[in-house]
């Protein structure tokens, strides 16, 4: 049996605890209200091939941003890095791994090229291949 002062002080410690352990345990979420920086990890893994594009339209109130980047991985394949979302916000992250280079940038190739009909363009200081 627990005594009563040591549960009402787990109980305090715990939402604390969790807020502090939040980033160890999940390395791919920001706070919400941080500010979209690219990659999200402190150490990002080595990537071939990086592009950021942006959808800007104030009279719709539209501030979008969509970042792609390939990475390596130990085992000879290549992860396609996507992050998308509003301008200033924390965005949506997916990971999408592949057997080869060329399938993952023939997969962001293709991404590129429907971002670009739909209206994104590369960022200033972007590279002009995106």
């Known amino acids: 049996m627990v005594p009563?002062?040591?549960?009402?002080?787990r109980s305090?410690?715990?939402p604390s605890l969790r807020r502090r352990l939040a980033p160890l345990l999940h390395p791919l979420r920001r706070p919400r209200g941080e500010r979209p920086t690219g990659l999200p990890m402190t150490i990002p893994p080595p990537h071939t091939a990086a592009c950021r594009l942006e959808r800007?339209?104030?009279?719709?109130?539209?501030?979008?941003?969509y970042s792609l980047a390939l990475w390596g991985d130990l085992f000879g394949g290549c992860i396609l890095f996507r992050e998308w979302g509003r301008i200033g916000q924390a965005g949506t992250v997916r990971l999408t791994h592949f057997p080869d280079r060329p399938s993952a940038e023939r997969a962001l190739q293709k991404i590129v090229k429907t971002k670009i009909r739909r209206g994104y363009r590369p960022a200033a200081g972007e590279m002009p291949w995106c």
């Open 4 to 9: 009563d002062g040591l549960s009402r002080v």
């Open 56 to 65: 800007i339209r104030p009279r719709d109130n539209t501030w979008r941003f």
């Open 12 to 14: 305090s410690l715990l």
